[in-house]
DNA sequence: TTGTACGCGTTATCAG
DNA sequence: CTGATAACGCGTACAA
């Protein structure tokens, strides 16, 4: 029984030439006669030859993987975004390495640590807050980078995004135009730049109508669905609390959400409801939620195909700083009721 | 400017000795003296040395790499199992290759090659149907290999999975104790295991009460949101249709949901409903679903460290066919509602 | 304890 | 057009 899978050397022999020529008609390139090019191809396929993947990464310096490193895999965005990312990764022959951050600087460094120790050609990151000097190094290095969904100041790199201001301050207006004043908002984790604007637009929305802001009103649920789940229950306790609450993503809505209901609070009669992402389930909720829509799918395709342009291109003439931005939509339907004057 | 990163050899030139010995030391075997120690790590560290994970794989043929192999990981169940994987993969140093191989034979043909041309330690799959013959291929030629989900017969593979006829029979019977007769079921895939087996856990409870089965009433959604819309749809338009709806899984079961809404059908009041896997917003759904949970992440984290145990393993000795099999548990909301006598 | 040298499988260059 | 041969960076047997 042979050891492994058969080599360039294999193939050479089978075909009766030497291993460099074998090379050369199986990569494509040099020149050959089309008498040897049938040799080596049947020789090849005798042997079941399948290249070496990572001996030619050794001699390239490619390896057609990239890193994707995002919060978590988990929820709707970000699964969503991923599957966008993989598919047209390998539409293009690329693998993609999935690391998850939970929002940990810690873990960031580590990942991305281990993702350039294993040569990917390219990442695409949705940064936590924290120190960045890592990923400031490995950008001046030139290694192809996108940012997705969050950028970090002073850092001109290619990024996807949506314009997180902007429908945070539809989804907003909204709640404003149906007579609430008194609105809640579970938002991310200050500092990251996707939390920030989105709060930013909460500030415009009720700015605009000179409606002064709470800081009671305003909790920061850090993205995660059992914090946006105390916080809420915190917003109930208040003695006038929020008529009206605006979810900041998914995973904090659906945290608000289960708050909501195990405190009875009808909705949106006691309270309305709002959230930023519609997942696919948006419209089963009782009531069905109203949401800000992103196009992740589109976005993890293209956050792929900025790097790949990178990739593509030599590390010299690298455009520094391509950035797509999305509009998110809102999806009106039921958890904000109709006007409450 | 120096090109890339540093190798052995720059060590050693800083340190002054053999980039064998710095080899040694940093790779911890073999012998030196402590003052040797001392000056290459110093070396080490002075010059950023970064082992070439590349260079290293070619020689070890290891690549502290796994894939993962499975439908969709925008659905609940595979994310969250995906998640459970991941994490424990990172703890021990591995990294982890996502592929989405949407239930199609043909992608997961070019996925599965893809994979073992980059060397993978090993991979976890949930095959889907078709031509299993590459897969048994690996398998042969001991390629550390779980299945997860579902197995294939005759392929004797570690594997992790949950009594999915357990848990679809205690679906049923739940449903035929509330008085249900007619009850529609919104397969996945015929052929795949999964499927089949919440298929026979159907079957057997109907059996058991000596309800004849209607063939009308079951349909193959195929795991897929959109067909088990159609499907339901159909289900809603026959004369006498189901007054309760089994969905095999959460993208069927959403699908079936919606369908339900926009057809205007109370729940569970006209039909009851009930699911497969218990998505976190299940609780918030209208009405709150009974579903049938799944314990996904822990079943990634148990696919994960079955094959970390063949990889740590000599290929001569490893244990063909170590299983396991969780239960599913039965989560009681509001969607079938009370007795319908 | 230390250094040398070879091989892993490619890609790519350079004579012939 | 073809065959040798040199890297790529690391691990490791073997000699010193």
Known sequence: MRKG?????????????????????????????????????????????????????????????????????????????ARGLQDRAARDGFSVILCNSDEES??????????????????????????????????????????????????????????????????????????????????GIDGVETSDERFAGYEQALAERRIRIRPALVKEGRFLKDQAFRATQELLAMRSGPTAIFACNEPMLTGCLLALKEAGVRIPHDVALIGFDDPVWAPCADPPLTTVSQPAYAMGMLAFDLLAAQIGAPASSRRSAEEVVLKPTLMIRKSCGGSIA
């Open 106 to 187: 810690t873990n960031e460094k580590a990942y991305l640590a281990n993702l350039v120790e294993r040569s990917v050609d390219g990442l695409v990151i949705s940064p936590t807050i924290g120190n960045h000097a890592y990923l400031r190094r490995l950008a001046a290095e030139r290694l192809p980078l996108v940012l997705v969904d969050r950028r970090i100041r002073g850092l001109a790199v290619p990024a996807v995004r949506v314009d997180n201001r902007e429908g945070a301050y539809d989804a907003v207006r909204h709640l404003i135009s149906l007579g609430h004043e008194r609105i809640g908002v579970l938002k």
């Open 5 to 81: 899978r058969s080599t360039l050397k294999d193939v050479a022999r089978k075909a009766g030439v030497s291993s460099g020529l074998a090379g050369r008609v199986l990569g494509n390139y040099g020149s050959f006669s089309e008498e040897t090019r049938r040799k080596v191809t049947r020789a090849a396929r005798l042997v079941q030859y399948t290249p070496n993947t990572i001996a030619r990464s050794l001699r390239t310096r490619l390896t057609r993987t990239v890193g994707v490193l995002i919060p978590d895999i988990t929820s709707f965005f970000w699964s969503t975004l």
